[in-house]
């Protein structure tokens, strides 16, 4: 009974019409039916104005909607009588937006569970006292207590010798990460048995759960197109409509009948059915991993013609490692020389190399030198100063500027090669090899499987390197040495469209804004690509590209088959009652049995049929068997 009344306070319209409902009934029990009537009357009066100003701005708007068909009925059924099927549209009018709102919540219980989970509180240490704070009190630089079996609330620096981490709410990896003193810890984390203590490098805006928070509540608010898809369902179905009651009515002679027709005739079904078919496939989505910023992203993802990827963290596990040093012999330094040289300019570069040689360096145990004067040219390379020596690191094209001697090293299929000059000279080769995701040509396959007619690969990498990872997922088209605009040129002439391009980096953020549909690898955090992106992959999984096209696919079709099965039951409906075989009052119930129809016909896209689903698991199951460490099939 309490939950009953909270959905009703919830929804005031819906709340007035139950009440003038209970005492229209209540009045005509005592003997007062004409009284019933004028309040029945009276209320459906006011519902039309309140319908037809709506309806009025829609249309000066230039939008021609359903709500003509609800205004028309109640007028209909005033006029000939019918106060009992004025009401019982009007309670089918907001009874459907009441349930198309509760259905909506319902399937987006998934999509939002992260915003009930996100950190709230932090405990601050100040010298031997702890003190707790909002989460968002939190500065750069704060030591925080960790307990056991909370969340982390910001990013930051393990301080503690170790720690584990259940990291699942962000890459979906089942088994706790072990870390230790000097690793990064993500705010959202669950802390393990032992209490910790971090020192936040981020506040909670610019942190990763937080980044994903945005993500969801950004999904939550965007509105489906299919809804305005339905829309253009209008017109036709409101001439339908009004032909079919005009002809019983001119053939009978009889305006009731007119009524009869038009009471089976209201849209809710329409307005229902699309919007609940997108929001469900989007919690489906969310609840594989994959954030879907809107429903023309679920639309263009069941047409796509093209897949391109780019190559570094997405293809490749983007995590780089240095395989060998080749000094150049008129530099007279050393491997060590060279790498420490090499890693301490890229301290301050954001590109994913950088991170390898930073890590060999660390290794190897070589102290990195800092510089006062640094500067990055995004996917080129970077310029430091490091003890009055002029350091340059990058591309072989970036580097043979400052000096001309650089030649090209030789590199292995799957290598890269990272250029140094040191004080206008050549100094040598660092060459880095990043491994294929294990499940890389399995989501390849599966997507042609799926209908998609182009997978191609667009990177910035040497062509030799693009051409190896071709060869080894089985793609057919490489771009390679490509610039961010080379990208975005590319991306925008592909065809067949719509276009998929999938990305992880700054680099790929213009080119994932300008394709039909851009999806980020965000487990990592790529904040910008993220936000340039339509759909966001929530874990380090690249099958999951695979999967949210199977999900779209069935979302699309559920969408567009609870449309017209509204439609088609409506026609049927409206045919019989042209015959006068349904009163009109029994016509209004009998419309709320389409509601329900539409609505249950909708949420069929929250999961799969049992051979859709099967089919689903299979993809699963053919990009998991080749993973070292699977993940539990889709649904």
Known sequence: MTKTFRFLKHYPVLSTTIVVGLVGLLLWALSFPDATRYLFTAYAIIIVVWQAVDMVKEMLAGKFGLDILAVVAIIATLLVGEYVASWIIILMITGGEALEDFAARRAKRDLSALLDNAPTRAHLLVGEDIREIAASEVAIGDVLLVRPSELVPVDGELLSDAGAFDQSSLTGESIPVEKVAGDEVFSGTLNGQRAVKIRATATTATSQYQQIVDLVAGAEEDQAPTVRLADRYAVPFTVLSLTIAGIAWAVSGNPTRFAEVLVLATPCPLLIAAPVAFISGMSRSAKNKVVVKNGAVLENLSRAGSVYFDKTGTLTQGHPQIARIEPAAEAALDETELLQLAASAEQYSSHVLAAALITEAKTRGIELSSSDEAHEEATNGVTARLNGRKVIVGKLAYVKQFAPSANVAHVEPGETAIYVAVDGMFAGALIARDELRVNARATVETLRRSGVERVALVTGDAQETADSIAEQTGIDTVHAQCLPADKVEIVAQANPRPI?????????????????????????????????ADAVILTDDISRVAAVVEISKRTMRVALQSIWIGIALSVILMLIAAFGLIPVTAGALTQEVVDLVAILAALRALKGTRKEDEALAAVSARVMSASAKPEPALV
């Open 500 to 532: 998929i391009m999938v990305g992880d980096g700054v680099n790929d953020a213009p080119a994932l804004a300008r394709a039909d549909v851009g999806i980020a690898m965000g487990a990592r955090g790529a904040t910008v690509a993220s936000q340039a």
